[in-house]
C-alpha cells in the first residue's frame, strides 16, 4: 500500500512565476492537508480539502490556493512566487475525522 | 487559537544516555498532542500521540511521552538513545475535535537531537 506521494520533489523558480505541486493520498484517505516548512522552522497549516472543497485555511495569502479532485488527490497553487515562499511543502492525508495524519515526503521548492 | 513551545532547538547528547525534549501548548480547548520526527530529506513519521485514556504512551523504538494537562505539557523522553535517533522532532497539537472532523496540526519549532558515540 502506498503511502502519500508528492510530485514534484524539488523545484527551482523565479520570483513571480506560478508553480503546481500535487500530491496523491494514502489509499482509503479523504481528507488533504498542506503544509509550509520553512528552513528551521516547523510546519505551517496552508489549508485543507475534503470533498473537493476547502474547509480550513491557515493565515497565507491569497496567493495560495488549491484543489481536490474526484479521486482525492490534491494540487497546491502558488501564484507570483515570493523568495520566502521557498520552503519544504508537506502534504497530509487522514480519513474524514480522524485525527492523526500521514505525510509525504515533501516538494522542496526554490526560488529565486 | 493555540500554539505549542519546545523550548530547545538542539539537544546534544551521548550513546546511551537518557534524554528529555520538551514540549508545552497553549490551548482553551482540550487537545490531542503528537510527536512526529523528521529524518533529513524525508517528510514527518509519527512517533507517538495521545488522543485520550493513559496519560504515558510509547512508542515501538523505546520514546515514551506523558500527558500532564495541568503543566500544559507533553515531554519526550527516552532512556537509552542510539546514534539512529538523530533527527528533528516536532511536537504538535490538533485543534480538530472527532465531532468536527477537521483535524488540523500546529506544530512547535522542532527540537534537533544530535547523539553522538
Known amino acids: 500500500d502506498a503511502g502519500v506521494t508528492q510530485s514534484p520533489t524539488h523545484l527551482i523558480k523565479t520570483r513571480g512565476q506560478q508553480v503546481t505541486l500535487r500530491c496523491s493520498p494514502k489509499s482509503g484517505h479523504d481528507t488533504v492537508s498542506w503544509y509550509q516548512q520553512a528552513l528551521g522552522q516547523g510546519p505551517q497549516f496552508i489549508f485543507q480539502?475534503?470533498?473537493?472543497?476547502?474547509?480550513q485555511r491557515g493565515n497565507f495569502p491569497d496567493r495560495f490556493s488549491g484543489h481536490q479532485f474526484p479521486n482525492y488527490s490534491s494540487e497546491l497553487n502558488v501564484n507570483a512566487l515570493l523568495l520566502g515562499d521557498s520552503a519544504l511543502y508537506l502534504c497530509?492525508?487522514?480519513?474524514?475525522?480522524?485525527?492523526?495524519?500521514?505525510f509525504g515526503p515533501g516538494t522542496r521548492l526554490t526560488v529565486l | 487559537a493555540q500554539s505549542v513551545t519546545q523550548l530547545d532547538s538542539q539537544v546534544p547528547v551521548f550513546e546511551e544516555a537518557p534524554v528529555e525534549l520538551r514540549c508545552n501548548y497553549s490551548s482553551s480547548v482540550s487537545v490531542y498532542l503528537f510527536w512526529y520526527v523528521q529524518y533529513p530529506n524525508q517528510g514527518l513519521q509519527l512517533l507517538l500521540k495521545?488522543?485520550?485514556?493513559?496519560?504515558l504512551v510509547e512508542s515501538i523504538n523505546g520514546f515514551e511521552a506523558e500527558f500532564n494537562k495541568s503543566q500544559t505539557s507533553f515531554h519526550l523522553r527516552k532512556p537509552s538513545v542510539h546514534i539512529s535517533d538523530t533527527a528533528e522532532y516536532f511536537c504538535a497539537v490538533s485543534d480538530g475535535s472527532m465531532d468536527s472532523g477537521y483535524s488540523t496540526l500546529t506544530f512547535g519549532k522542532g527540537t534537533m537531537l544530535l547523539v553522538s558515540p
Open positions: 480539502y475534503y470533498e473537493e472543497e476547502e474547509r
Open positions: 497530509a492525508s487522514s480519513p474524514y475525522s480522524y485525527n492523526e495524519q500521514f
Open positions: 495521545y488522543l485520550s485514556g493513559s496519560t
